[in-house]
């Protein structure tokens, strides 16, 4: 079975990948973490947020030529764990190729294939005009 580890474990694995990003575009990428501490030890897939941060620094950040901000917030919602990262979009940035939502489209399989139907995957253009990638799956982080 897929390895699991803390949500924290898995934000400190992801803030470490983002400052070796942080020194490729110093002055244009800047990360912003949102996590309750009641929500640190809540079980998540290990690297589940790996390809939706390398997805928001290729098509949000790499592109762009002023400041982007890539938020990672953590939620309790019905007794469901939701991670949200959003990323602004530089209106002025050629826009990228899009993507084959390969990256995505395994984030949701991994976790529909260890949770079932309570778990999931949704993207698309957030209210800001940014790009957000939601998922959610049981808070005990306990598979079946």
């Keep these: 079975p897929e390895q699991l580890v803390s949500l924290d474990e898995e934000m400190a694995l992801q803030r470490l990948y983002l400052q ?3 020194a ?3 002055d244009r990428l800047q990360v912003e973490v949102t996590m309750p501490k009641a929500l ?3 079980r998540v897939p290990v690297l589940i947020l790996q390809p939706i941060i390398e ?4 098509y949000g950040v790499a592109p ?3 400041r ?3 938020r990672l917030s953590a939620s309790s919602e019905y007794g469901l764990l939701v991670i949200r990262i959003e990323n602004d979009i530089d ?3 050629p826009a990228p190729e899009s993507g084959t939502g390969l ?3 395994n984030v949701r399989e991994r976790l529909i294939t260890r949770y079932g139907p309570v778990a999931g995957c949704e993207w698309g253009r957030s209210d800001s005009g940014g790009f957000a990638v939601s998922l959610w799956l049981p808070i005990a982080g306990e598979g079946h």
């Design 20 to 22: 070796i990003e942080q």
């Design 24 to 26: 490729r575009f110093p």
């Design 40 to 42: 640190e030890n809540a």
């Design 55 to 58: 997805n928001a620094i290729k």
């Design 64 to 66: 762009s030529k002023g």
């Design 68 to 70: 982007i901000a890539i």
């Design 91 to 93: 209106p002025a940035a």
């Design 103 to 105: 990256g995505l489209g």
